[in-house]
């Protein structure tokens, strides 16, 4: 028996566990041991079930594995982000993918573009190809459908802001103290007209940071001034727009912070646009590639996604090993690296202190 086997239909034929198993001259109970990792098999003939299994290009069927499984599982989990383009959401997903992979679980990934019914569909079929458990970065102000998953054992973890009208672990960032941070770095340097660019204010994590800004201000220099304040900015236009408004005003800011990566890139290139990249200060929430090559060096908080995505996985797993009651939120800190835009003293403070 070989792959070159045609069906009625002209088309090679996959190989079977019992194409294995007679290829190697063994009972398909020895092959099933041995491509489980299964103990108990001597090592002659484990070596002729490994060589059969690479002369026919043997695939597992992972499907049928999992319906023979009594716990019905299919060593598959699915992954919602809102915007896979976004480095926050690509680099998420590659660390709940390598942390998957060693623990032999194959992870399904979509994209909700931020939109409540796409990551409801996108939920629907994760959970018809039977996924295991479901990490969500979650959108609009519902997630309450999730219940009808739980109540089918599929676990649930919410990732980068907590779900809505649902109790479920949760793994985000320290939003409002990154932003806190940043205002004191600011103001250690002279400033006081900072101005803020923000996302959607529905946004879990834009309301987060704008509420740190607040606070920050407030305590720092004696309130915020509500002509420097710009949120609703959904990309790179709306905030490179903003940007030019804000700069605009009379006085001018001394600083900006921007709330995430795609409004700094458009708070930037405003600035370039009016040649002020060496004279207002500048913090970005998120980093941006080549930031640091960037004149001067863009200042950015970033979050530490690596430990979000591991200690995300890691609540799932430990819920498909033992399911409990209590729900967990974990706040991961994030850090403020200071590269140069940052640290651009006002016009009046040369001291860069």
Known sequence: MTTED????????????????ALAGVGVKTVSRVINNEPNVRPEKQARILEAVERLNYRRNTSASSI?????RTASIGLVVEDLANPFASLLARVVQDYALERQHLVLVGS????????????AEFCARRVDGLLIVPSGTDQSYLEAERRRSVPVVFVDRPGRRIKADTVLSENDRGVREAVHHLTRHGHSRIAYLGDRQSVYT??????????????????????????????STSAYQAALDVLAQAPA?????????????????AMHKLGVRNRVAVIGFDDLELADLLQPALTVIVQDIATIGRRAADLLFEQL???????????????????GSGEIPTPDDKTGR
């Open 253 to 269: 800011p001394t600083a900006l912070i921007c709330g995430n990566n795609s409004i700094t890139a458009g708070a930037v290139h």
């Open 206 to 235: 834009a309301a987060q940071r704008i509420a740190g800004y607040r606070a920050a201000m407030e305590e720092l220099v004696a309130g915020v001034d509500t002509r420097y304040v710009r949120t609703g900015l959904r990309d």
């Open 112 to 123: 909700s573009d931020g939109v409540a019914d796409r990551e409801r569909e996108l939920v």
């Open 68 to 72: 023979r499984r009594l716990d019905q």
């Open 321 to 339: 090993k033992d399911p409990t009651d209590g729900y967990r939120r974990i706040a991961v800190p994030v850090t403020l690296i200071p590269r």
């Open 6 to 21: 045609r069906s009625a239909g002209g088309q090679s034929r996959a190989p079977t566990i019992k194409d294995v198993a």
